[in-house]
């Protein structure tokens, strides 16, 4: 056994000793006190969603969607001004394995739709193509939906997730 292996096992066993801990602290707070993850995070996806829903009637809220910026899930909670808020900040590292992978990846994948989303959109503006526009803000919300949905799934302990080839399939439409 490796010096990096007795980290790994006291980082599992330190783990496991607070994890319930950091579910029993949760309870009756925003925080899931099973997953140890909080939908408020959702908050930030859905306000570039609001955003995007407004550009084929109003494009000049394009600008408003450019200036958005993804933030990791401990970014949005530091900036944040909830009740829970260090709770939710301290708990995620403690959040299981299967919850928190998926949900990072999910988050990561929403933000990667999103930067495609906003090019295309800009390449369509360009071009003052505004059936684009419409087509691309369709397609990217419906599906920016469907993530957050399964990403609000997720935080309250329920994994099921878009697959990779159809989240690709959607980036190729754009």
């Known amino acids: 056994m490796g010096v990096g292996d007795i980290g790994h096992d006291a980082g599992e ?55 958005w910026r993804p933030m990791s899930y401990v970014e949005h909670f530091e900036a944040s001004s909830i009740a829970d808020r260090d709770l939710a900040i301290e708990a995620y590292e403690f959040s299981p394995p299967e919850f928190r992978t998926t949900f990072d990846r999910l988050t990561a994948e929403m933000h990667r739709v999103i930067a495609g ?3 295309s959109l800009m390449a369509a503006s360009a071009q003052g193509d505004e ?21 609000s799934s997720t935080i309250h302990g329920d994994i099921q997730i878009m697959d990779q080839a159809a989240i690709d399939g959607l980036m190729d439409m754009m």
């Open 13 to 67: 066993r330190d783990w496991q000793a607070r994890y319930p801990e950091f579910c029993a602290r949760a309870k009756r707070t925003n925080v899931n006190d099973r997953t140890l993850l909080a939908t408020d995070y959702l908050n930030h996806v859905n306000e570039i969603i609001m955003l995007l829903e407004l550009v084929p009637d109003a494009p000049e809220c394009l600008e408003d969607c450019r200036a």
């Open 131 to 151: 059936e684009r526009t419409r087509r691309v803000v369709e397609l990217a919300v419906g599906a920016l939906k469907t993530m957050v949905d399964q990403a």
């Open 117 to 119: 989303v906003l090019a």
